[in-house]
């Protein structure tokens, strides 16, 4: 059989592996102190790029091109050279020393300097030093430097990436080309890639978490500060994620009545898709306006309809009324992941030119259907008795995504509830709830018989201990924001097993400790949570025979620390008295 019979991704690799076995002999190009020659090395042509078989896999073709040739010159190139016009010791790349530097080298503190090594080859500037040389001396190479990887970047079509280029610095010149270029904080750049605007993965059936909320002409717009403090219109709101910013606008006054994201129809004209790509939609239900004077006085309308922006002259002064200065959305959501209601809060307010630029706010809030909103547990630092605050985050290392927590605050951090009957099975899926200031102890007896098998019994216990829904985080304080996820305190789980020779280990406690201390002034200090930490403790047992039984306990602790340091007061030093009487204050005595 010829080629044709080999599998598809066996040819790629295959072509893989001549294009990196050719590479390897590319020219090498040596030079050493004191001598004024260079060798170059035998030059092996690439046979990759000869025709290929038909039916082999396609390879990128003439449209994609070559790899450019980099702007910068790795030769050219050093990261040590930091004194100019001076030697750098140990820096074997810098153009301002000699051999008679180099010679009292100890070592070269950069001896590689290439660019980004997931190319599949590409230069390489080594510098190293010959000891063996009376003096010794420096050894600069310049080589294709080769990616044994079959994951590497062949070629490439964006030439900026190559190189180092200072950006263009907006002016009167150069402004209206950069506007073309850049549209709403987005980078347009010519590329051989073409992208579809539909996604090849089929759309959930409802919403998930994160998932863009659609409307009926595209989605919900909730302005938000970006890459600077100016608001952002073409920012959508995700599903699920309660959100509460503040951004500033700047606009022309006279023009305001033309500005659709002053306007109140703006935020609530659109249609909620109930699900997404649905035909059922959700209108936004204006549930309050509240009018703002420039004096800050406040006044609630009811029943006033679309208010308009409008222009108005008070003598000298042009002011503009009816303006957005506060955005709230509630919206209210079932557990499958539909949205069933949406209303709307304004603050419209009037603005003058000594009022701009023009601050805004926007908030928006998820509710699920048939729950009550919860209390906090502190506002802002925990209450004694009160349940701690807690949940877990679905991506993580995502700064972006917030913490998801359940309605019901007295579950989100729960352990093991003890009965009277004392019996595990029996109170399975039994919790209460961990609360701040508490020291508890829960426990239960499990009776252990050979007829299930260690690991099934052992996964059993650390759900009982666990729960379902074990929370990564608990809230700092007791009205932490879900969304404020770099302020949240992360749960160091531990495990911890026993050496024994045992074969069977068992979980039989969890003991959590819980971290305070006192934050903020002395007159009221608030407790704000520090340090969270959960060890799962095992134990060995023997494998219990048919027709023996063994009670096992199973416990559960809860230990609430305070590691406030103690308040040193400092007062300031007493002061001093530093005058001078007048030179002829004792006159005519002296």
Known sequence: MGPRSLPPLLLVLLDCWVSVSAQTGATLTVTTEGFNSTEPGPTILRSALSPRTPGTPRVPGPSSGLRPTPVTDVAALCVCDLSPAQCDVNCCCDPDCSSVDFSVFSDCSIPVVMGDSQFCSQKAA??????????????????????????????????PALSFINPEVPDENNFDKL?????????????????????????????????????????????????????????????????????????????????????????????????????????????????????????????????????????AVKICTNIVLEVKYRLTYTAAGEVTRATLSLLLGTVSSALLPLQQKFEIHFIEQNTKPVSLSGNPGYVV???????????????????????????????????????????????????????????????????????????????????????????PFGNSQAQDVLDWVPVHFITQESHGKESCQLPVALVIEVKWTKYGSLLNPQAKIVNVTASLISSSFPETNLGNERTVLISTAVTFVDVSAPAEAGFRAQPTINARLPFNFFFPFV
Not at 133 to 143: L, T
Not at 239 to 251: D, E, G, S, W, Y
Request: some cysteine.
């Open 385 to 475: 008795g009160l349940p701690i605050a807690a949940g877990f985050q679905p991506h993580k290392g995502y700064p972006f995504c917030g913490i998801i927590q359940t309605m019901n605050r007295y579950g989100q951090f729960t352990i093991l509830r003890s009965t009277a009957e004392e019996d595990c099975l029996a109170t399975e899926g039994i919790r209460t709830p961990v609360l701040f200031g508490y020291n508890m102890q829960t426990g239960c007896k499990l009776k252990l018989t050979g007829a299930f098998p260690c690991p099934l019994v052992a996964e059993k216990v650390k759900s009982l201990l666990t729960g379902h829904g074990f929370p990564d985080y608990v809230a």
């Open 126 to 159: 080594i510098y190293s030093l010959d000891f063996t040389a009376n003096p010794p001396r420096r050894v600069f190479k310049v080589v294709d430097h080769v990616n044994p990887s079959i994951f590497c970047i062949r070629i490439t079509n964006y030439k």
């Open 179 to 315: 506007m073309k270029t850049f549209d709403g904080f987005s980078w347009n750049t010519e590329s051989d890639a073409s992208f579809t605007g539909e996604s090849d993965a089929p759309s959930p059936a409802n919403y998930e978490y994160g998932v863009h909320l659609q409307t009926s002409d595209s989605f919900l717009r909730f302005p938000s500060p970006l890459t600077s403090s100016l608001c952002t219109d073409n920012n959508p709101a995700a599903f699920l994620v309660n959100q509460a910013v503040k951004c500033t606008r700047r606009i022309n006054l006279e023009q305001c009545e033309k500005i659709e994201a002053l306007s109140m129809a703006y935020y609530s004209s659109p249609k909620i898709m109930r699900v997404p790509n649905s035909e059922m939609k959700v209108p936004i239900t204006v549930q309050s306006i509240v009018i703002q004077s420039l004096n800050k006085t406040l006044t609630r309308l009811d029943d006033a309809g679309v208010l308009e922006p409008a222009l108005i002259k008070v003598g």
